[in-house]
């Protein structure tokens, strides 16, 4: 199996409602969201685990999402769910799922597993459906190392501030502090093995402010999107996960600068009173790549 070019889907916002609830589903094919995030974990109550399954691949089968990813969040591989969450909505054939809870390599490669078998049972293309998986849990962070390297099929690592400061006994502030190196290693591993880093969920649902500044951290950190809970934070999170005009406008100029530099046989070079040299080469590549991704140029 090959590394997919579905790694470069535009991912900035990510969606999540609850598997049970068809009218925000539907809901979701009208807005403005990269992916949509089916949930069947932590959204749903136990009592409707299995309602919930039947909304999602049902909402598979016959809505049009548009450009919209469309992901279903299963549960972890430990509860009795996460073998009939697959059974019910594969053949519906989402484009991938967001698995929670990782811990370590060997269940992404068991999930991965399954994967490949429905996409040979049904023929659909080796290593089509995607997988990105949720980092909030004190194993997982210190796993990460071999996380990233479990699957091929892996895209993204997304991370799960809430969860992780349950599980570390942290208390959660506004600033965010308590988790901030754990965020920093999810990027980190992310970048070490071309993944998507996803950030954590803001769940002050009023405080758009708050939002902005958040998402102008993460994205300060490395990360490529991030997750979403509620229509009212799509349009901060796509802006700002986003490059600006100003931002595409330099990239382009001093990528324009380095070819006329690079012709003369110069690696490094001053441009507007700043040193020039690969790296920052690289950065302005990686915006003109997303600013395409986004239909900005
Ligand atoms: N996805 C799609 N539509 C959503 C939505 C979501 N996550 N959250 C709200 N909406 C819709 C509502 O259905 C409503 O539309 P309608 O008037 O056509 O019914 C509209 O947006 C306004 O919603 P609002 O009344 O402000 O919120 P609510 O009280 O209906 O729901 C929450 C509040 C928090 C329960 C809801 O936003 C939600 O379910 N969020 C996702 C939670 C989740 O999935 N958590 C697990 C992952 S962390
Ligand atoms: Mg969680």
Redesign the pocket.
């Known amino acids: 199996m090959q590394p997919s070019e579905e790694r470069f889907v535009l991912r900035r916002s990510l ?4 598997g049970d ?1 068809l ?3 539907r ?2 094919t009208t ?1 403005e969201t990269d992916c ?2 089916m ?1 069947l ?3 749903v109550a136990v009592s409707q685990k299995a309602a919930a399954r039947q909304t999602v691949a049902e909402a598979l089968a016959t809505l049009d999402f548009g450009h919209r990813e469309r992901l279903v ?1 299963i549960n972890p591989p430990d509860t009795p769910w996460m073998e009939e969450d697959l059974a019910v909505t594969l053949p519906a054939r989402p484009d991938g799922y967001v698995l929670p809870k990782v811990q370590s390599p060997e269940e992404i490669r068991a999930v991965g597993r399954r994967l490949a078998q429905a996409e040979e049972r049904h023929g659909w293309p080796p290593g089509s459906l995607a997988l990105l998986v949720v980092v909030e849990t004190a194993r997982g962070i210190l796993a990460l190392p071999e996380i990233v390297r479990a699957d091929l099929r892996l895209q993204a690592l997304m991370f ?1 501030a ?1 969860d992780l400061a349950g599980d570390m006994g942290a208390r959660r502030t506004r600033e965010g502090w308590e988790v901030f190196h754990a965020r920093s290693q999810v990027v980190l591993a992310a970048a070490a093995h071309g993944l998507q880093a996803i950030d954590m ?1 803001f ?1 002050d ?1 009023a405080d758009l402010a708050g939002l902005e500044a958040e998402c102008a951290f993460g994205r300060q950190l490395g990360y490529t999107g991030k ?6 934070q799509l349009p901060v999170i796509n802006r700002l996960f986003s490059p600006s005009a100003e931002e595409i406008q330099r990239a382009q100029a001093l990528l324009q600068a380095f070819r006329a530099q690079e012709a003369s046989g110069s690696g490094v070079f001053e441009w507007e009173g700043k040193m020039v040299d690969r790296p920052m080469v690289r950065a302005a590549q990686r915006v003109l790549a997303q600013a395409q991704a986004a239909g900005l140029i």
């Open positions: 969606l999540f409602m609850p609830s009218r925000k589903i809901k979701a807005l949509v995030i949930d974990e932590d959204g969040r799960g809430e969920v769940v649902l997750m979403a809970i509620h229509p009212r």
